[in-house]
């Protein structure tokens, strides 16, 4: 029986030691466990790594992350991740936090203060014979990750080697629509959560390629996806919105958007009269933008608009809808369309082992989203106070609020912290408000919140637009989706801006900021 993570790594290595894993430097399964083992033995005999052991990554998405995750956990010390995006001072105390011992980062992020730091490019000149494994426990922490970067008290999440190998074994659900040779693109920071799931664990167990990408450039992308042809693509939704609005747009130039909506819509009557053919004729192109080989689209990191995953559906691709937090190591409920084996359909749920409920809901059936199972991790580490909040009869309390419909689907209406309850005390989801705006082309981005206007509580909106849209080009958009919606949840005053809204690592709008620099003056507010 296999008990920790780096026995599943050798036992999948073992079996599939010819295929080829890192695509971009044409590594195989046995290359990866052998350079694995060399880190290992370089951690052990020059640094001193043991069992218990905090060691640092702070990287971005090279083999030699996944290398070093991977011998890190073999020596039975525990990964703490740090995210790129954060400052030294961050850092700092997240290594102090978790009483760090060693870093491996590439040398752009040597830190000054540091743990001792070695460059985790380094081409290790060790010998893999000499490679021991520790006894890792199935309870033991693997992996360190915060919640937020703050210098404050931020809570950290300790996943142990049980939740990564429940993650592995709930990937196997997917094979069905995920087959081993397929390759997987890797863009995702892998110091995050959804990086770890779909470009280190799931590749793995799954018997497929990793294509890694260290530049978050689109211009990379598409070239990446013409060359390599990837079937598997994952991304937040942010990106999955602009994918969106770029086909809509090109769509709409040759004039051609309209009947493209028809054809789609008719997709299952065109292809049982034999016109098929019109079909891929249509949808062809837009799958060719992603290398014409891509038959999955995976989404999570934040909430995808449900407009965009039909979308996608309707062009022929399945489209994995993730909802997840690294507390629950990651994907705590698929919404993900395809025919298993014996021939059903499956829509959504949870990964084998896990259960999701919808606490005290309404009578919309909006309540608070919570889990069990082992994938949640057994506690925020060293905080007993954070921990009686967030877990109540071995249920873990997301905080996020949601509700399933009649095919078990999750449908996530955003954080409890940021309903708006209007004085009618009626309630406002800014989910899915953001996602009625977002579908008006003039419009990048959106950031909705409860703000107070003449002494009542209103939805406000700020609003990231295209360079050259005006205010009142805007208002006439607001207006008009509006119409769709019930009148209590209109948006009657909003800002806008044609920079970037702030964002997490995580490509989350990060409202509590949008918000203040609203209050800042920051942004061109409609005229009241």
């Not at 470009?199 to 890694?212: D, R, S, T």
């Not at 950031?447 to 208002?475: C, D, H, L, M, N």
Request: with cysteine; proline share 5%; hydrophobic share 40%.
């Amino acid at each position: 029986m296999i008990k920790n993570i780096y026995e599943m790594l050798q036992d999948v290595c073992l079996q599939n030691k010819d295929r080829i894993f890192f695509v971009r430097q044409n590594e195989t399964y046995a290359d990866l466990l052998r350079k694995v083992k060399q880190r290992a033995v370089l951690l052990a005999k020059k640094f001193g790594v043991k069992k218990g052991d905090t060691v640092a990554i702070l990287s971005g998405n090279t083999p030699d992350f996944i290398r070093s995750y991977f011998a890190i956990v073999s020596q039975g010390a525990r990964v703490l991740m740090l995210d790129t995006g954060l400052s030294a001072t961050e850092h700092l105390n997240m290594m102090r936090r978790t009483d760090c011992k060693l870093v491996l980062a590439q040398k752009s992020y040597f830190i000054e203060g540091a743990p001792k730091t070695f460059d985790i490019e380094n081409i290790d000149d060790t010998d893999a014979r000499e490679f021991k494994a520790a006894a890792a426990a199935p309870g033991d922490i693997a992996m360190l990750s915060f919640t937020s970067g703050s210098t404050g008290n931020p809570k950290v999440v300790g996943l142990t080697h049980d939740n990564i190998l429940s993650l592995g074994q709930g990937a196997l659900f997917y094979r069905p629509v995920i087959k081993p040779g397929y390759t997987f693109y890797g863009f995702l920071p892998l110091y995050h959560i959804y990086g770890v799931v779909i470009n280190i664990i799931a590749p793995l167990v799954l018997q497929g390629k990793l294509l890694l990408q260290p530049v978050l450039n689109p211009r990379e992308f598409l070239k990446d996806f013409q060359e390599f042809r990837p079937e598997v693509i994952p991304a937040v939704p942010r990106i999955w919105e602009a994918f969106y609005k770029k086909i809509v747009e090109g769509a709409k130039e040759k004039h051609v958007y309209t009947l493209m909506r028809v054809i789609v819509a008719l997709r299952g009557v065109l292809r049982a009269i034999g016109m098929g053919w019109l079909v891929r004729k249509i949808t062809q192109p837009i799958h060719d933008l992603f290398g014409g080989q891509t038959k999955v689209l995976v989404s999570a990191g934040a909430t995808l608009k449900p407009t965009i995953r039909k979308f996608f559906e309707n062009l022929g691709f399945v489209v994995g809808d993730c909802y997840g937090l690294t507390e629950t190591t990651g994907p705590a409920n698929f919404n993900f369309a395809f025919r298993l084996d014996d021939g059903s359909m499956y829509y959504a749920g949870p990964l084998p082992g896990n259960e999701i409920q919808i606490h005290n809901p309404d009578r919309h059936g909006i309540g608070e989203i919570w889990v069990r199972g082992n994938m949640v991790m057994p506690g925020y580490l060293d905080n007993n106070d954070a921990n009686a909040a967030a877990f109540e009869n071995g249920w873990f309390k997301t905080g996020d609020l949601g509700k399933l419909d009649k095919y078990g689907r999750l449908i996530v209406k955003g954080r409890q912290k940021q309903v708006i309850v209007l004085d009618s005390g009626k309630n406002v989801y800014p989910d899915e408000l953001e996602d009625l705006y977002l579908q008006n082309d003039e419009i990048l981005a959106a950031a909705v919140f409860e703000y107070v206007i003449g002494g009542k509580v209103v939805p406000f909106a700020v609003f990231q637009v295209k360079p050259g849209t005006t205010i009142s080009r805007v208002a006439a958009l607001v207006k008009t989706s509006n119409l769709t919606i019930a009148p209590y949840k209109w948006v009657k005053h909003f800002a806008i801006t044609e920079e970037e809204l702030p964002q997490t690592s995580a490509k989350k709008i990060k409202h509590f900021a949008v918000r203040e620099m609203l209050d800042n003056g920051a942004f061109t507010r409609q005229a009241q």
